[in-house]
């Protein structure tokens, strides 16, 4: 089994955890409730300090996809629904009905946000850009002020 770290990058809508290995991202998750600590930097891998300067961009407007390696841990259906997500273009939205059209299987729409639910990569897998079929927001694991923070944010850097 490899060896994970856990840094913590302060973003202007609360405070991330990063977790990786030393060469991918595993996790990136908002995290309430929780005190960030001091990073370690010079025992933090490549991948981490890549990681948060691809978030740093991101939240100055200037970066719309992630070059940073990560790795999708689920089942082979998660993977397919998170794989889905990141095809969701930047600036845009798609609704639960959507993502089980785009993975053929249109009855699959509550195993959909199941699955939307379980990701652990937000923001990398934009799992915020997705919102109910009537155009509400739905539920997101870092709540749903941050959900819309960051689909105002991609309306305001989007360009077509």
């Not at 089942?75 to 845009?92: D, E, H, K, M, R």
């Amino acid at each position: 089994m490899s060896k994970h770290y856990i840094a913590y990058y302060e973003s202007p809508i609360g405070t991330i955890e990063i977790i990786s290995t030393d060469t991918t991202i595993c996790s990136i998750m908002f995290c309430d409730g929780k005190q960030a600590q001091l990073n370690e930097q010079q025992n933090l891998p490549k991948v981490i300090h890549d990681c948060y300067d691809e978030l740093d961009h991101y939240f100055k407007g200037e970066r719309r996809e992630f070059t940073v390696p990560y790795v999708l841990n689920g089942t082979s259906f998660q993977q397919t629904v998170w794989n889905a997500l990141i095809t969701i273009p930047y600036g845009q939205t798609a609704n639960y009905q959507d993502i089980a059209v785009a993975i053929d299987n249109r009855k699959a729409v509550r195993a959909v946000g199941s699955a939307n639910g379980k990701n652990k990569l937000s923001i990398i897998v934009p799992c915020h850009r997705v919102i109910g079929s009537d155009g509400s927001l739905t539920g997101y694991a870092g709540g749903l002020w941050r959900k819309e923070w960051l689909l105002q944010h991609e309306q305001l850097h989007f360009i077509s």
